[in-house]
């Protein structure tokens, strides 16, 4: 490759993470984690399902099967769908997942209200998870609108 060629790569491992520079002229960057375990909304969402499973597991809200298994199953899609969209190889299938993981969380969030009318949880509760929920859509929306505006990759 010839020396300032549009087509120069350079790769830097910093920790779990791994930048690769291509086209130094216009200054692109695009950063990859090696693993969907290092993505910090990730690992949000992960720490909603545990809450979520050790909610839904006390009485009297267990007995409420398909409430349970609704907001089990959504907050599950969230964590999933991030996982999944980012072991694939384009932003285009990643985008697709994220907003799944997005939809899944505002029904987590709709479920919660469910919850807290039917006083299955109490507002100090629902407060924490909508938050944490709050906290994994912005999150989410910030990541797919920095994908959208990535320059692509030849």
Known sequence: MEEGSKEEKTN????????????????????????????????????????IFLLTKNEPLRKMFNVCDQVQRAA???????AEGLERQSDKELIYFLYIAKGSAGEVRSMLY???????????????????????????????TYLKAKKPII
């Open 114 to 144: 469910v919850l807290l009318d039917m006083e299955y949880i109490d507002q100090k509760m629902f407060n924490k998870l909508f938050d944490s929920l709050m906290v994994i859509s912005k999150s989410l929306s910030g990541f797919i």
């Open 12 to 51: 830097l491992v910093i920790g779990n993470v791994e930048m690769r520079f291509y086209d130094l002229k216009t200054k692109y960057i695009h950063v990859m984690a090696r693993k969907f375990e290092d993505i910090e909304v990730w690992q949000l969402s992960r720490n909603l399902v545990k809450d």
């Open 76 to 82: 599950l899609s969230v964590m999933n769908n991030i």
